[in-house]
């Protein structure tokens, strides 16, 4: 795939759309090469050509092409402790990870779904323990967690997701300017793509400029947990 042909199809979602309508074994062995063709490589040239573009947002963060054990999730579920026996996932998504580790690390999530695409950035259900550094640092720095999360094109671009406790934890005394931050379990902002917006050829710049906005957020993360992050050059207007 040439990078004047980097983009995904339509064809990609009715592949989807209908592995969500066969899933099983029989249908997807004679239609392997639909996969490949049409979700699988498309995906892994996309994720090749997003590497340098995330690299000048931060180097530690990881696009992976290769086809197994890089960036982009396998298509077989674990079905080992699920009640749904169904054996393939009918979304394709790739991780873009710290190169610290994919657990308790911040990064960087994308999902093509039929009906519900989406980029997610951030630190999703991190253990008790990083979830307590990154409070204390949002308790200890609010100006900047302010600067942050304030942002007008951060606040345009994305939405705040994931659980909360049911209340402030009770080591945090006196008032906060955000304390629904500070009963956060998961640091995890979101933003919606339309199948449409998905496969047009700007689709990628459209990524960039998203994680480019979402930088200052993933910084404060990445050094609440004290791991290295280097701020992007790159600015946007």
Avoid at 22 to 32: A, D, G, I, M
Avoid at 150 to 161: E, I, M, N, V
Wanted: with cysteine.
């Amino acid at each position: 795939m040439t990078m004047k042909e980097l983009k995904f199809s339509t064809k990609l979602f009715e592949f989807l759309q209908e592995l969500k309508s066969n899933n099983n074994r029989e249908w997807y062995e004679q239609n392997r090469g639909k996969y490949t063709e049409h979700v699988r490589d498309p995906f892994l040239a996309f994720i090749a050509a997003f590497r340098p573009r995330l690299n000048a947002i931060s180097p530690w963060l990881i696009a992976d092409p290769k086809p197994v054990g890089g960036s982009m999730l396998r298509i077989y579920r674990d079905v080992r402790f699920s009640k749904s026996k169904v054996p393939y996932k009918t979304n394709a998504a790739a991780f873009f990870y710290h190169q610290a580790g994919k657990e308790n690390t911040p990064g960087i999530y994308l999902h093509l779904e039929p009906g519900s695409s989406f980029l997610g950035i951030g630190l999703w259900q991190p253990d008790t323990a990083n979830r307590r550094k990154i409070t204390d640092s949002i308790y200890n720095n609010p100006s900047r967690w302010g600067d942050v999360v304030t942002d007008r094109k951060f606040k345009k671009s994305f939405k705040l997701a994931g659980d909360s406790l049911s209340k402030v934890p009770k080591h945090y005394s006196g008032s906060h300017p955000f304390p629904d931050d500070l009963r956060r379990k998961d640091f995890i902002v979101t933003s919606d793509f339309s199948q449409r917006q998905v496969c047009e050829k700007d689709f990628i710049e459209r990524v960039e400029d998203l994680c480019i906005t979402a930088a200052p957020f993933m910084q404060f993360l990445t050094e609440a947990l004290e791991i290295p992050w280097r701020k992007t050059s790159k600015a946007r207007e």
